[in-house]
Structures are given as C-alpha cells and as structure tokens.
C-alpha cells in the first residue's frame, strides 16, 4: 500500500473511531487500535503512540468547554494527577519490556471490560457530607445545573479513589488509552462523585496523565508521525461529529449496537495475541 | 463588608482562571493540529507514493533532548515529517502549560497545599524525563 492510501484509509477509519467512541462513550483512543493492528496490520506499539496522541487533542478540546462552565472540579483532577501520572510512567516503562501478545491481550479484555462498562445503567448520587481526609484536601465542590441552580457535592473514600486512579493510569501508559472506565469506578462508584463532575473531570485529567506517558513513547521510537498525523485529525473530527449527534439523540440502541461490535473487536485481539499473530 | 469584597475578589480570580485554561487548551490543540497537517501535506507531497511499512516496530533510544534537536533541524530543513512531530510536540505541552498555569493559579489564591501537589505532578512528569537517559 502506498503512504497515501494508507493516509486516506486511516483518516476514514479515524474519523469513524472518533465518532464510535464519542457515541458510545468508550472514546476514541480504545476503538483506533483494534482497527490499526487488526486491519492495517500496524504494529502495536505504533497504534498504541498513535491513540495517545489522539487521546490528548481529544480531551484537551472536549476539556476546554467544561473548564469554562465551572463543571470540571479542578482541584480534585489535580490531586488525583498525582496517581494517574505515577501509574502512565510505570504503564509507559512496562510496555517497552512486556511482550506483544501480552500487551494485545491484556488490551482485548480491557476492552471488553470497558464495553460491558459504558452499558451499566448510571445512577445518580451525592453525598453531601465529606470524609475528614477530603475535607483537608477541599475536594467537595459544586457545579451548575442547565436550569441555573448550583449543586454541592461531597467526596468520601479519598484513598480508596486514589488507589483506583494509579491503576487508571498504568493502564492508560500500558495501553495509550484514556481509561475513561477505570476512572469512572475511581469517581463514581469509589468517591462518589456526581456523573457529570466526573466525566468532565477525568477528561481534563487525561491530557497531563498522557503527558507523563508520552515522554516515554517519544524515547522509544512509538510516535510514527506517518501514523499520528491521519490518526488524531480524524479521530478529533469524529468525536466532534459524534458529540454533535449525541446533544440530539438518545443513543441507547446505538451503544448496545457499538458495545456488541467492539466486544467482537476485543475477542479476535485476545485470540490474535494468544496465537502470536499480533 | 470587607469580609465579602475578598470574597468577590477571589471568585473573580478563579473564574477567570478557568477561562484562561479553557482558552489554552482550545487553541493549544488547534495550533498543534494546523502544525500537524500541514506536515502531513508536505510529507505526502514528498512520500505520497512510497510503500508503506508499520508491521514491523523499530524500537529507539534516543533522550528527548536528541529527539527535540533532531526535530528543530527536520523543521528547518523543511521536512514533512518532523513538521507532523512538532505539531505533535505541541501538542504534548498543552497539558504542561495547563500544570503551570494551576501552579500559578494556585499561588495567587496562596492555596500552598495545592501549590505542593502541583509540584509533585510536575516533579513526575520530570522524573518521567530522566527515564530516556537510563537505559
């Protein structure tokens, strides 16, 4: 295949990652690289530089509107940056020594988790009252509703978050994926955190969590500009495109649709790598 | 009286902390990413045609500091391709400014806790560094 065509076929295959992943809530970084080393037969270590890079544009633009409307709870990302950021360099370090097949399959059933993960019905809770700890570390917060009233919210189990959150982040360095799932768990189910103060907040997280993994890909030769450049522009338009439709609709049928399909994606990865073939 | 003049004072700060980091991080990404293509489109100018090889990882050890160098010299010289890594470079700092920026952000509300934490992060994404001159 010459480089152009392969430019092309990524940017398309980019672009429906983004939207896929913006759609289904998986994000886009999980979904481009099953598609780069199942069907462009990339190594991949490549796919792994080329979703993190998408993984930073993609929730650094995303990130941007929530800081602005004061949803993003700034001094628990942080704080939390703390454990997210050990856990990349960590991750990052094994990738180098660990060998391929362990990497897809491991990636495969994060995969999976993640998936069945985005289905699980999401309730609402807030704790109003915050555990001694987080009150010294003034994690309890408030953000806007769209009718203009102000929530406050509350945070407990600091540590039990801030254990959840290292393991975030060594597979986000492992894998180069945002691990929006492992995150999610950290905040909501540990920590207790509102849905909406947790999303926006894992986001604005996982550009300095990347970061601290990256210094690492760019050392080991991971980040192949051929790869990235069709990767993190189409991944970003797709996300865009997918974040516009998401505003409208109600996607439920679509993420059961989306879930069934990357569940697909994630078995051929765990059979792949126990064959060897990745 | 008194007691909520500071308070207005210290909402304002924030707030516009906020805005400030939501504009950084906004026109970071584009920045980067008008960098990013436009290597692209001098790359493919150049190797449109050439064959492609990802099978197979070609592991590197270079320190940033090499790499950093070997990029502002591809840039110079014009080449498509070191143009998509410094856009992709750039990209990577986004977040970095943001770190700095809370730093600061954090050292005008005299929040010396927070202050401390935001170190810490950034001790580790330097430790992070020092890991390419190791091996």
Redesign the interface.
Known sequence: ????T??LIMLLGAFLAGFIGSLSGLGGGIIIIPLLTII???????AIGAAL?SV??TS??S???Y??E?ITN??LG??L??AT??G??CG??LS?IAPTSFIAVLFGLTLIFSAINSLRKKEEHIVLESSPLAKN??LQGTYPTHDGQVVSYGTKNVIGGFSMMGIAGMMSGLLGIGSGAFKVIAMDNIMRIPFKVSTTTSNFMM??T???????Y????Y????????V??GV?FGAMAGAKILVRTNPKKLRIFFACLIFVLAVNMVYNGINGKI | MEKSKVMTHEKFGE?SF??I???L??Y??WI??SV??I??IV??MH??????D???????????FE?ITAVVNGVISGSG??L??F???L??L???F??LL?LFSFLIEK?Y??VI??L??IL??I???S??FSH
């Not at chain 1, 295949?1 to 152009?4: D, E, R």
């Not at chain 2, 990802?54 to 940033?64: A, L, P, Q, T």
């Open positions: 295949m010459t480089i152009l392969f430019t462009l037969d990339v190594d991949i270590h490549y890079v930073i544009a650094s633009g990130a941007a509107a800081v602005k004061g700034m001094r942080i704080f940056e703390i950021t050990i990349a360099v990052a370090l180098t570390l003034k550009g300095v990347a970061m601290a993994s990256s210094v690492i760019i050392q080991k030769g980040i192949e500009p051929g790869i990235c450049m069709p993190v522009i970003l | 707030k906020q805005t980091i939501g504009n991080l906004r970071g990404v980067s990413l990013a293509f290597g692209g790359y493919l190797h449109g045609n050439d064959i492609e990802y099978s197979v990882f070609k592991e590197n050890d270079r320190n940033i790499v391709e070191f998509i890594f856009g992709i470079i990209l990577f986004t977040p970095v943001r770190v809370s929040d806790l927070y934490i935001t810490i992060v580790i994404i430790t992070s560094i890991f390419g």
